[in-house]
């Protein structure tokens, strides 16, 4: 499988690249397959995302799955973009070569990484990497004690 039009599309005109000096969470993550490192900044407004911005070090897939991630987050509940899974990254990319498919990882894990920083910032509890539905944000009610 080759690139689809879409990552093309984001990896040549990425949106949301830069970093917000007054971001209210900072993730970083970092595949130990191919060294590729990803940091998401996020403004958190309610329990809303109402910007996400990212600096990618890695491949054309990185930067495309950064790109679309960031887009798709913007305007979501914490809970909402806690669960966008790569899978979602992927599909809304069209796809990605599979020895690309880790790449997305990247993407998710580094908003995950953020949200919890935000909670840190908050103290509130740290929600472990996909140990609950809903990140610890609330709404999933498998975790009482958390919001
Ligand atoms: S599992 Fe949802 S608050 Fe923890």
Redesign the pocket.
């Known amino acids: 499988m080759m690139y689809t039009e879409k990552v093309i599309e984001e990896f040549t005109n990425p949106q949301n690249v830069g970093e917000l000096t007054d971001a209210d969470g900072v993730g970083e993550a970092g595949s130990p397959t191919c060294g590729d490192t990803m940091k998401i900044y996020l403004k958190v407004e309610g329990d809303r995302i109402a910007d996400a911005r990212f600096r990618t070090f890695g491949c054309a897939a990185a930067i495309a799955s950064s790109s679309m991630a960031t887009r798709m987050i913007l305007g979501m509940t914490l809970a909402e973009a806690w669960n966008l899974s790569d899978a979602d990254v992927v599909d809304a990319l069209g796809g990605l070569p599979e020895p690309k498919v880790h790449c997305s990882l990247l993407a998710r894990d580094a908003i995950r990484a953020a949200i919890a920083d935000y909670r840190v910032r908050r103290g509130l509890e740290p ?1 472990e990497r996909g140990s ?3 990140g ?1 944000v ?1 709404g ?4 009482p004690g ?2």
Do not use: R, T, Y
């Open positions: 929600q609950c539905e809903c610890g609330g999933c009610g498998s975790c958390n919001d």
